[in-house]
């Protein structure tokens, strides 16, 4: 919900960035679009990259000329302030040059994301008044952001696209309960990262071990591969709190249980007790009456 809300896309029931924003297809590994057949010439759809394949089962299959593959990484890095930002029209273009992450995060992987101490100071207080404020172009005081230099023409769209899917998993596959991942680092440490939200319910592990789950491009995941070498990732989801909800439910149909034993017992008792005084008296009245 965080990433469509700050990247200037509405989401309500369902999620449809505008064909204007076509970077968010390739960022999230969008690799076919359907549409039905027979459509009006006027109603076909117009998204940039994406050629028309075949026809099959009434649907017309078009596909992205450049599909980015699942799992991938980055050679630049950006804060999250500097994205915000940005202006909606080019953030889905932003987030193909470069990562986004916390300042807390960019210091924590200095040695990945260039960081130095003093780098972020008061970022959010650094915008030049002076100047007319270009939002594609931020300009800031004491502070020269990377993207003073973006350039968000259709040929440097393509080249950031084909500059990643250099870095890509070499295999990706659903799974039950998750998703695995190869990914052969030929360079670097780096953080590997998945178009996929963030959830608690999440746990990762690269090559056996757990690794940190990071929150990176707005709400989406990471986690750190080691270079020059082999990654075998593995991510699994458990609904949170799913043990202890099982746990506690089995506790409470336990307690109801014994109470509802004791209650049908005290209820036999109090019917017992009310046979046995109606007896009683009858036994009395009939005596008393010879």
């Not at 509405?10 to 297809?25: H, I, K, N, Q, W």
């Not at 028309?52 to 699942?70: A, C, K, Q, V, W």
């Amino acid at each position: 919900m965080e990433f469509y809300n700050r990247s200037g896309v509405t989401r309500d029931v369902g999620s449809r960035p505008g064909a204007e924003l076509y970077g968010f297809r390739a960022l999230l590994s969008v690799k076919y679009l359907f549409a039905e057949e027979g459509l009006a010439q006027k109603d076909k759809p117009n998204l940039p990259y994406f050629k028309y394949l075949r026809n099959e089962n009434g649907y017309d299959i078009y596909e992205n000329t450049l599909y980015l593959p699942m799992g991938f990484t980055y050679n630049h890095y950006l804060s999250k302030e500097e994205y915000l930002d940005l202006s909606n029209d080019v953030k889905h273009l932003a987030l193909l040059k470069g990562m986004i992450l916390t300042q807390e995060q960019m210091k924590e992987y200095a040695d990945i994301t260039g960081y130095r101490d003093g780098q972020y100071v008061d970022l959010n207080s650094q915008v030049d008044e002076t100047h007319p404020q270009n939002k594609k172009y931020p300009v800031y005081v004491r502070y020269t952001s990377p993207t003073a230099g973006y350039n968000y023409s259709k040929e440097a769209y393509e080249k950031d696209v084909k500059e990643l899917q250099k870095s890509t998993c070499s295999e990706f596959r659903y799974v039950k309960g998750g998703f695995d991942a190869v990914f052969d680092n030929k360079g670097d440490d780096n953080l590997l990262f998945f178009s996929v939200p963030y959830d608690e319910g999440w746990t990762a592990y690269v090559n056996g071990e757990e690794a940190k789950i990071e929150i990176v491009n707005i709400g989406l995941m990471a986690v750190r591969v080691n270079g020059r070498q082999r990654s075998v990732i593995e991510f699994r989801y458990t609904t949170p709190m799913l043990r202890e909800g099982v746990i506690i439910s089995l506790i409470g149909l336990g307690l109801f249980a014994i109470y509802f034993i004791i209650n049908k017992g005290f209820s036999a008792k109090r019917a017992y007790r009310r046979r046995y005084r109606i007896k009683k008296t009858a036994k009395s009245l009939k005596e008393g009456s010879i």
